[in-house]
């Protein structure tokens, strides 16, 4: 038993249930006699113990509260138990421990339907206390105990009622003495107390749980839950969910009264403080989208849904929930960046639905095509459709692009007008998150301006071909070449292209470099066209000024039409820039100023080919154009050099003094010189049948060096020759091989005088097995390794702009395996090149 002593000191609060029920116990018993203090003082002992252990579990009260009944009454075995809801099972909760000894009961049960229930249960179903003394006499509701049960002398059974309601049972038994309506009252009074105590513990298990549930919600929800004063704005609550998504600490919002109206964006936080005055005033729930600064200085988007509390009639309180959409709103900016660029690109867009009607077109278009979008919208592209390609074209680009693949290719396409313009185009399916196509996109580029160019193209060639096809059949083959290696180019490009996976990305499809500059000049964006055009990395580029990449001779104009742009003035031009390996680049921009984001977009194209095949027309040209200049003044010099040579020899046959004999000499040998170079003139400018025969390999070099004497004296260019005597004559055509030796000689005089001004050049001729070698050595500059590969590629040079067309060795290399031979090149940057010519003897013993 507790201490009682130490019992009595502790005041009495009767403003509890329990407290009150004690008192009212303690005037009971203080009207009752002396007799039965004892009692009394013992139950008020029990009920402050119970009291004290409101703290405890559920089964440890239980306990103590069945051991202090027994114990009260004198009883020896005791049991305490709930029932459920609706008063039709007891669960047996407590058993006294005298009980759990002696009772033999194999598998005791602990839970007992009432409708089956002996004697005891009549406490419950007749809702009142129950006293059995004489157990063993006759009863209606007794139904014997099972094997093995302790056995009963009496019993007092009482119900602990809540309202309408049996809760709970206690039960004891076997008191020596009989029962009395006191020991009831002593028992109804503890199970009363108790059952207070248990239910102040449930319902704070239940608080604690829902606080638990509330909790767990508010973390759940991706989003800030809050609630605020609606005077001051002051924060009373902040989820979890705060410091994840802002970074500041829980604590710093309830404890600064103006945490939140410091940290918003300082452009939101005017219109944002009105809104939320608004609200109250108006009585009205508001959702609100604003900035804040973040923890760790980013800015945050937030979609803030207020809801107005109102108690009493007073707005008293503002609760809601701030969720994240910085990352909607990013997007929400790249869709507006990406639509503009579409809007502004060089390349004409389509989008068409599953069907194939058209349902967009950007500007490019209608200044392409000349139909305005509402002419064309609903309506099926074949509307553009020149008939000059194949049905079944069309039937295989359908069936391509319905089966979820890309198609590529070229249209001869209809303006409205009725003129014919070339396009080339990508078709690309457009899938939604099923894998269903939805709609088709093209990409499309005008290449009328291509086409037409590759068209002259062909027309000077035929005219350069008619001219030279005798002594330049190589021409004719590198020409052939030329197409084959353009056709093979084109077809490996598209084999390439249709390997690729189709970017959904509409800027990516793009054949344009596309990017945004900044007012200050530097980069800021650019599509997935910057590295295969350039060779820069985009992380390259990002942050830095624009004009570093601009041809140094180009950048006053380009910073010209800079200032001009950031006024509002759009256009376009043609430029050079920079690429990553050093190369020049000509391109073509387009620009316009961005006035929502103070941007420049720029949309640019590489027209370096189209130059290059500008250069190579106007050098086709020059070249028919030196033949027959060669032609006529050859045959100028000829008509005075036979003058010259014949009356000299005419006035040596006379008798003149020796001195002005001598002088004849010279004039009669530099007038044959002379003669003899303009013979050469004239076989080099004249058409030569392609016919072959035996020749002296070192006659034909010798001319050639007559032909450039002059020009190798003049520039220090020293010749040392070292001919092979006994060398066998090959069958070649002379004119043709004249040709190539002149080439190479002349290519080798070009790079030793731009190294060093002078030079030396070595030429050898052996026999080597069954080949005549002829070997070209010069002490210029070399070769660099990585061009060793392309000398021999049309069009290829390493000279500067205008200083050579990059036919001569491939034309050489043509020649040369037309007569069974090779030509190769051996160098090393810095020590001179040498060009090697191996022919066939075989050839000439064939005949």
Known sequence: MPNTSSKREQPLNKSSEMGQRIAEGEETQSERGEQEKPGVRQQLEVAWELARLVDLDRRTLCNYLLAQIVALTQSRYGFFGFLNDDESVMTLYSWSIGALWHCQIKDKPFEFPISKAGLWAEAVRQRRTLIINHYQAEHPAKQGLPEGHIPITRILVVPVIRGNRVVAVAAASNKPTEYTEADAKQVNALVTSAQLILERQQADEELRKLRQNYEALMASIDGIVWEVDAGNFRFSLVSQQAERILGYPIERWLAEPTFWQDHLHPEDREKVLTLCQQAVAERRNQELEYRMIAADGRIVWLRDVVSVVVEDG???????????????????????????????????????????????????????????????????PR?????????????????????????????????????????????????????LITHFIAIKEDITERKQLEEELNKHRHHLEELVAERTAELEQANKQLRE?????????EEIQKSREYIQNILNNSLDLIFTIKSDGTFSFFNKSLKPMTGYREEELLGRPFIDYVAAEERAEVMRRWQEVLQGIPGSYETKIIKANGEIAHVFFSYSLVKEYNEVLVVLRDITERKKMEEQLIVADRLASLGELASGIAHELNNPLTGIIGFSELLMSKDIPDDIKGDLVIINKEAKRTAGIVRNLLTFARHHPAAKKLVDINKIIEAVLQLRAYEQQVHNIEVNTRFAPDLPNVMA???????VFINII??????????????????????????????FADDGPGIAKENLPHLFDPFFTTKGMGKGTGLGLSICHGIVTEHGGRIYAQSEPGKGATFVIELPIQAALSG
């Open 733 to 739: 055509n002379g004119f043709q091989l004249q040709q």
């Open 746 to 775: 002349i290519n080798a005089e070009y790079f030793m005088i731009e190294a060093h001004g002078r030079g030396t050049l070595t030429i050898t001729t052996e026999h080597v097995g069954d080949m005549v070698r002829a070997s």
């Open 485 to 493: 290696e353009i056709v093979e180019r084109k077809r490996a490009q």
């Open 383 to 435: 509307i553009l459709k020149s008939e000059t390609k194949p049905s079944e074209e069309y039937k295989e680009l359908w069936e391509t692009i319905t089966s979820g693949r890309d198609w590529r290719g070229e249209f001869l396409n209809k303006r409205k007008d009725g003129k014919l313009y070339w396009e080339s185009a990508t078709i690309s399916p457009i899938k939604n998150s099923d894998g």
């Open 314 to 380: 007073q707005v008293v309180k503002l609760r809601g929930v701030m969720v994240d959409i910085t990352r909607h709103k990013q997007a929400e900016e790249k869709i507006r960046q990406l639509s503009h660029a579409v809007e502004q690109s060089a390349s004409t867009v389509v989008i068409t639905d599953a069907k194939g009607d058209i349902v967009y077109v950007n500007p490019r278009f209608t200044e392409t095509s000349g139909y305005l979008p509402e002419e064309v919208i609903g309506k099926n």
